[in-house]
C-alpha cells in the first residue's frame, strides 16, 4: 500500500473519530438520558447439605455453589475480594456472612458505579424458611437482612424446597418467566426461587446437580442468550432455568417443578448476569446444529445442557480445555471431541459428530428400519486398521476420522470408533463409541460409550457409558454409568452409576444397582449388597455384610461394628431367667440390628459371666410400642473367677417395648433357650426356669423356655 493510500485511511480515521466524539458528547448532553455506569457486582454465596434430623443429605449443594462461583467470577463481573463464600454455615454463621457483606459494601468508597448483590442459597429450606443444619432463618428475616445492605440491585436466588415462599410476601407468583415492562428495570430486587411453596427442588446424580442451578449455569454459559447478542439477562437466563427445569421434572418421582419469582425494580435498562465476550474461552454451535446438546469437560462434568434450534448461532463460554460434546435427537447419539483454546473461539458443526447407537427403530411400510439420520453425520469406514504406533497406521493415510471393524496394533492402535474388534500389544485407544471386543496387553481406552469388553492386564478406562464387562489386572474405570462387570485385581470404580457387579480389592461407585465384593467398597445410594471388610455407602437399600459397615442409612447391616447415620444405638438393661444382671447394646439401621450383651449370675460362692452376639429385627407398630425379636449365640466361662470348663448357649427372643417417655422405655419378653453342656459336665442350675433334656434325662443338652424384665435408654 502507498504512502497516499495510508494517508487518506489516516484521515478518514482521523474524520470518524472526531464524528465519534461530537456523538458522544451529544449524547451525553441530550435531556432525559442517562450516561452508562459502571457495575460493582458483590456475590454472597451459601451451600447447606444438612437440613437437620429427618430430612436427606443433599449431594449436590456445595458444587453447585462451587459452580455458580466460578461463572459468576468468570462471566459475571464478580471479583475475588468482592465474593463470600460459605460451605456448611450455620444459621448464626449465615447471618453474621450477611452482617459482614454489609459491612465490606459499607466500607467500599463511594464511586459512580451501581453497586449490585447476588445472594444464592442452595440447601434445605421449607415454607416457614432456610434449615441450614436444621435451624431456621425466616423468609421474613431474611429478606430484612438483605434489604439493609446498601445496594442499588438485590438478586436473591434460592434452590431449595419450598423456597417459593419467599417469593410471595409481596405478591411474587409462579409465572413463566419476567414480563418485559417490569424485569427491564434496574433498581430494588429480584429474587429467584427454584421451587414453589409446595413443591421439593429436586437433584439428580445423572447430571451431578441440582435441576434449577444446573440449568441457570448452563442459561448463564450462554444457553439462555436468544438474541445472540453475547450478553446474558437475567429475563433470559430465568426463562432457560424455568422452562428446562420444568421440562426435565415432569416425569420425575418428585413431580413437576415450578421456579417462582418476585420483583420490585425501577429505573431502565436490563439487568446483563453474564457477558460471554469477556470469557476465557468460547465454543460457538453453528446454525445448522439441531438437537439435545450435552457438553463434558474432559472429566466427564456436564458443564452444560440445551436445547438447540437450527438457524441461530450461540456462543458459550466456557474455560479452556478439552470437551466431549453428545448430540440426541429422536432416533440417533452423535458424539463429537473438540479443544476450546484461551482467549479464542472453537465452532462445532455437524460434520464433527459421528454416530453412537441407535437408540430405537420404528415400523415402516411393514418392517423394521432405522428412523431417518437427520444430517451429514455418518464417519467413513475403513474395515482394517493396523498400527505399529498411532501415527503410523493405515488409519494415518486412509481416513483419521473413521469407523474400524478390525484394529490391530503391535505397540498402541488408535481408531475414532471400533465396531468390531480392536487387539493391540500396548495400548488400545478409541476415541468414540466401542462395540465389539478390545484386548490389550497394557491398557484400553474408550472415549465413549462401549458396548461389548475391554480386556487388559494393566487398565480398562471408558469415559462415556457402558454395557459388557471390563477384566483387568490392576484396575477397571468408567466415567459414566455402568451395566455389567468389573473385575480387576486392584480397583473398580464407575463414576455416575453401576448395575452390576464390581469384584476387586478396591471397588468405587458413586450409585451402584448390584452387588461390590472386595476388601473396600465404597457406593453411593446402594441398592444390593456390599460385601468386604469395610462397607461405605449413602443410602443403602440392601445388605452389608462385613467387618465395618459405615452409612448414611442402610436396610440390613451386617458386621462387627455398623455406623450408621440414620440408624439406632439403643443401651439396655435387664435381668432374666439365666442372668440376674444383664448389660447389652443393640446398633444398626432402623430394620436390623446387632446385639452384643454381657450378664453375670452368682455361681458357687462366686459368679460366671455370660456373653452373647446376636442379630435382631427391630418394628414399631405405633409410635410408644415396638417389638423386636434376635437370635444370639454365646458362652459362659467361670475361669476368671475359678475352675470350669466353657458352656454354649443359643437363644431365641421376643421383646415387647413401651416408650415411656423420650429415649427411655419398658420392656418384657420370652425367649427360646438351648444349653449345649459338655458330656462330663450337668448343669442344671443355668436357670430356675425346669429345663427339658434332650435326648432323655441322661443327655446333657437342655431346652427350656424363659422370661425377661428390663429397661432401655
Request: aromatic content about 6%.
Amino acid at each position: 500500500m502507498g504512502k497516499k493510500a495510508v494517508s487518506r485511511w489516516s484521515r478518514l480515521g482521523a474524520l470518524l473519530g472526531v464524528l465519534c466524539l461530537l456523538g458522544a458528547t451529544r449524547a451525553t448532553a441530550s435531556p432525559g438520558e442517562e450516561p452508562r455506569a459502571a457495575i460493582r457486582r458483590y456475590a454472597l454465596l451459601i451451600g447447606s447439605s444438612e437440613g437437620g434430623a429427618g430430612r436427606e443429605r443433599l449431594r449436590y449443594a456445595s458444587s453447585d455453589v462451587l459452580a455458580l462461583s466460578r461463572v459468576l467470577e468468570e462471566l459475571g463481573g464478580v471479583a475475588a475480594e468482592d465474593r463470600l463464600l460459605l460451605l456448611e454455615p450455620t444459621r448464626d454463621t449465615l447471618v453474621s456472612s450477611i452482617a459482614r457483606m454489609r459491612q465490606l459494601i459499607s466500607s467500599t468508597p463511594p464511586t459512580e458505579a451501581r453497586r449490585e448483590l447476588v445472594f444464592y442459597y442452595s440447601g434445605h429450606s421449607d415454607s416457614e424458611g432456610l434449615l441450614p443444619r436444621g435451624e431456621r432463618l425466616a423468609y421474613t428475616e431474611l429478606r430484612r437482612l438483605l434489604t439493609d445492605i446498601p445496594v442499588e440491585v438485590r438478586i436473591a436466588i434460592l434452590d431449595s424446597c419450598g423456597s417459593g415462599s419467599l417469593t410471595r410476601f409481596k405478591g411474587g407468583v409462579s409465572r413463566l418467566a419476567f414480563l418485559s415492562d417490569v424485569s427491564s428495570q434496574v433498581r430494588g430486587h429480584a429474587f429467584l426461587a427454584s421451587s414453589s411453596a409446595d413443591e421439593v427442588a429436586q437433584e439428580a446424580d445423572s447430571i451431578g446437580a441440582s435441576f434449577f442451578t444446573h440449568f441457570l449455569l448452563s442459561g448463564l454459559r450462554g444457553a439462555a442468550d436468544t438474541n445472540g447478542d453475547g450478553r446474558v439477562t437475567l429475563d433470559e437466563a430465568y426463562q432457560f432455568a424455568y422452562h428446562e427445569t420444568l421440562a426435565r421434572t415432569e416425569r420425575s418421582q418428585g413431580g413437576p417443578q415450578h421456579a417462582s419469582y418476585d420483583m420490585q425494580l425501577a429505573g431502565s435498562g436490563d439487568l446483563v448476569m453474564t457477558d460471554l465476550r469477556g470469557s476465557q474461552a468460547r465454543l460457538a454451535l453453528a446454525k445448522e446444529l439441531e438437537g439435545r446438546l450435552f457438553v463434558r469437560n474432559w472429566g466427564n462434568q456436564l458443564v452444560v445442557e440445551l436445547q438447540k434450534p437450527a438457524g441461530r448461532r450461540l456462543s458459550l463460554g466456557l474455560d479452556p480445555g478439552r470437551y466431549h460434546v453428545t448430540l440426541e435427537r429422536p432416533s440417533q447419539r452423535f458424539e463429537a471431541e473438540l479443544a476450546v483454546a484461551g482467549r479464542g473461539e472453537a465452532e462445532l458443526r455437524v460434520g464433527d459428530f459421528i454416530p453412537m447407537t441407535l437408540l430405537h427403530t420404528a415400523q415402516r411400510g411393514g418392517g423394521d428400519a432405522p428412523l431417518e439420520d437427520r444430517g451429514p453425520l455418518d464417519a467413513p469406514t475403513v474395515p482394517l486398521n493396523v498400527s505399529l504406533v498411532p501415527p503410523l497406521a493405515t488409519n494415518t493415510w486412509l481416513g483419521p476420522r473413521s469407523l474400524n471393524h478390525v484394529s490391530f496394533g503391535v505397540l498402541g492402535s488408535r481408531s475414532l470408533q471400533v465396531r468390531g474388534v480392536g487387539l493391540a500389544g500396548g495400548m488400545g485407544w478409541v476415541d468414540g463409541t466401542l462395540e465389539g471386543l478390545q484386548v490389550s496387553g497394557l491398557a484400553n481406552v474408550s472415549g465413549g460409550e462401549v458396548r461389548g469388553g475391554q480386556v487388559a492386564l494393566g487398565g480398562n478406562l471408558a469415559f462415556g457409558d457402558g454395557q459388557g464387562a471390563q477384566l483387568a489386572g490392576v484396575l477397571n474405570i468408567a466415567e459414566g454409568s455402568f451395566t455389567g462387570v468389573q473385575l480387576s485385581l486392584t480397583l473398580n470404580r464407575t463414576d455416575a452409576e453401576m448395575r452390576g457387579l464390581q469384584g476387586g480389592m478396591i471397588n468405587t461407585s458413586e450409585v451402584l444397582r448390584g452387588m461390590q465384593v472386595g476388601l473396600i467398597n465404597i457406593g453411593g445410594a446402594v441398592t444390593g449388597t456390599q460385601v468386604g471388610l469395610l462397607n461405605v455407602g449413602g443410602e443403602v437399600r440392601g445388605v452389608q455384610l462385613g467387618l465395618l459397615n459405615i452409612a448414611d442409612d442402610v436396610t440390613v447391616p451386617i458386621g462387627a461394628l455398623n455406623i450408621v447415620r440414620k440408624g439406632r444405638l439403643a443401651f439396655e438393661v435387664w435381668a432374666d431367667d439365666i442372668a440376674s444382671v444383664n448389660v447389652g447394646i443393640k446398633y444398626g439401621s432402623q430394620r436390623v440390628y446387632v446385639l452384643l450383651t454381657h450378664g453375670v449370675q452368682p455361681w458357687e460362692k462366686t459368679y460366671r459371666s455370660f456373653e452373647f452376639l446376636g442379630l435382631g429385627l427391630h418394628f414399631t407398630p405405633s409410635p410408644s410400642v415396638y417389638l423386636d425379636t434376635d437370635v444370639s449365640y454365646g458362652r459362659w466361662n467361670s475361669q476368671f473367677f475359678g475352675a470350669a470348663p466353657p458352656h454354649r448357649l443359643g437363644r431365641l427372643r421376643l421383646m415387647v417395648g413401651w416408650e415411656l417417655k423420650r429415649r427411655l422405655a419398658f420392656f418384657t419378653g420370652v425367649s427360646l433357650n438351648y444349653y449345649d453342656v459338655p458330656k462330663d459336665s450337668e448343669d442344671r442350675a443355668v436357670s430356675w426356669i425346669p429345663q427339658l433334656a434332650l435326648g432323655g434325662e441322661a443327655a446333657a443338652d437342655r431346652l427350656w423356655p424363659g422370661l425377661m424384665l428390663g429397661v432401655r435408654i
